[in-house]
Each structure stands twice: as C-alpha cells, then as structure tokens.
C-alpha cells in the first residue's frame, strides 16, 4: 500500500473521450496537474492503465509529499494550505502529520473537498524539461506511464 502522485504530462488536444473521462475523475484537467491517489482505492489501476498515454505516476515519499502540500497545496479562494488551517479543521499537528496520515491511508486526499481542499495541485513545467519524449513510456527513454520512486524527482523539479 502507498500513495500514488500522478502528474497530466500532455494536454487536452486530441484526447479519445474515455481518456478525457478518466482524466476528468481524476481531476486531472490540465497539463501539469497533479493529484494523490492511495494504491488500495478500488479500480485506481485500470484508471492508471487507461490514462498511461498522458500522464505519469509513481509512489511519492514523505518529503516530497510534505513540500507539495506546503508549497502547491490550495484552498477554495487560492488560499495556501497551512499549518494553522489543518490544526483547525482537521485537528492535527500540523502539514507533517497531515502528510504522515496521507501516506499511511488514513485520510484520503480527494476526500476533503467538502472542507473547501482543492483535490488537485498546479504545478510548474520541470525545471531543465523533461528528459525525454512526452509520447513514450518512461520505461523507453520517455515520460509517459509508471516510474516508481523517480516521481519524486519529477515533482521536486516541478515545485
């Protein structure tokens, strides 16, 4: 069980409309959004598999996970996610912790969109661009599809 960041890596030209559809459940509607899905949620991985032409994912670590939520994290309004704001609406320490019950599947991430959480984080373009096509799998030499723990670099580099 882990925690998976999924990142839109192409845009919104040309794509079939059951992609769209999933991209759309995902919340996944523009180029370089990213969301966090848990690996236990039913049906996630024939999503993943269906959208593999134009996102990429992997399993996201505490450290780049905590940066997202402090640096890319958003309320309803564009107001930044913040220590004070967790403490308040969901009782806990503060963005460490809250990133602790994010990756131990205690809270789901997309779940708190009734409390005003944006489900999804803006992203820049990676610093440098990608390193290589944006129309292979990453395990040909592109971006495209599964890379595992190389997420984190990814994310980092688009922070």
Known sequence: MSLYAIVRVRGTVDVPPDVEHVLNLLRLRRRFAATVYHSSLPGIRGMLSSIASWATWGEV??????????????????KPLTDSWVRERLGLNGIEEFAGKLLSGEIHYHKLESLGVKPFFRLHPPKDGFRGSTRKAYSQGGELGYRGGDINRLLKSMI
């Open 61 to 78: 670590d505490r450290d780049t996970l905590v940066e997202l939520l402090k640096k890319r994290g958003r309320l309803v309004g564009e």
